[in-house]
């Protein structure tokens, strides 16, 4: 069976990153495709039996993104199994992207008015117009903050889990860097004893056993966590009813380093009956803090 792959979203939100992933983990990718030309590249990768294809169309493209969302429908009404992953990022994010690489945006050639240059923010803003309706019915990925080898992690979690149903992602995060932009759900764990004051804790995570075994014994997170399940199994059915295909909840805490990461995996544990299940963790210690950048198509 054909798998495809296409990967969507903000222009320096990470597409290039991903789209390399792809092309490393076996698939034949094509970037900056227009869109009148998806189905016939689908129809000729099926064609020459090829089961992996990976496509990007973004702003670059030629055509209206406008119609992207009926032809992906048009697709998937053939039989065509595609996976939409729709990259996005905060605008702060984005313009110190373009500032760092000192690319232009995509669409500032096509915004010009009165023959005078349109900022960059501008760009931004009627970029997210057209792509709005896609990105509210796929996967969408919140690069901001994020490191390319946690995008690369995240892309092979959710790529290999290729079954029928509804994908359902648990994320911790850090409420000082802000509620990321993927969530569906968002529940915060704020009001909870914190480890972070128990200097022995601190420089751990709820990964560790000290850090589980402390929450563990703190009558009000099993609480939280009794209350967040039970929420998620009475309301999950009808997500899934109302043809969902993704459905994202994000747990965040002061410093996403503790409490959200261990209702996180508590959870996840409680949820494996779930076929597509997944889990994040945004803010992680043990990554690498060697630099690299994300990199922004033209």
Not at 55 to 67: F, K, N, T
Not at 118 to 127: G, N, W
Not at 172 to 190: E, I, M, N, T
Request: net charge neutral; aromatic share 6%; charged share 25%.
């Amino acid at each position: 069976m054909q798998s495809v792959v296409l990967i969507t979203g903000m222009s320096g939100s990470g597409k290039s990153v991903a789209l390399k992933w792809l092309e490393d983990a076996g698939y034949a990718c094509v970037d900056n495709l227009p869109v009148h030309l998806l189905k016939d590249l689908i129809d000729n990768a099926q064609r020459g039996h090829n089961r992996r294809l990976a496509v990007a169309i973004d702003a670059r493209s030629q055509g209206d993104l406008r119609e992207l969302p009926e032809m992906l429908d048009s697709l998937r009404s053939q039989g065509t199994l595609i996976r939409v992953v729709f990259l996005d990022a905060d605008d702060a994010t984005l313009v110190q992207r373009y500032s760092e690489s000192r690319r232009r945006h995509p669409l500032a050639d096509r915004m010009v008015g009165n023959n005078q240059p349109v900022s960059l923010q501008a760009c931004i803003s009627h970029e997210r117009e057209l792509l709005d309706r896609l990105r509210n019915r796929e996967h969408v990925i919140d690069t901001s903050g994020l490191k390319p080898v946690q995008l690369r992690d995240w892309m092979r979690d959710l790529i290999k889990t290729d079954r029928p149903g509804i994908i359902m992602t648990l994320e911790s995060f850090a409420y000082k860097q802000g509620a990321p932009r993927d969530a569906d759900l968002v529940f915060d764990a704020r009001c909870l004893p914190n480890p972070h004051y128990d200097p022995a804790l601190k420089p751990l995570t709820g990964l560790d056993p000290p850090v589980v075994t402390w929450l563990e014994q703190q009558p009000t997170v099993g609480d939280m966590i009794d209350d967040i399940e039970a929420f998620v199994r009475k309301w999950l059915p009808r997500y899934t009813a109302d043809t969902r295909n993704y459905l994202t909840i994000a747990i965040g805490c002061t410093g996403g380093q503790h409490r959200s990461v261990y209702i996180v995996e508590t959870l996840a544990r409680r949820f494996k009956d779930v076929a597509g299940l997944l889990k994040r963790h945004r803010q992680q210690p043990q990554f690498s803090e060697q630099r690299e950048s994300m990199d922004i198509p033209a």
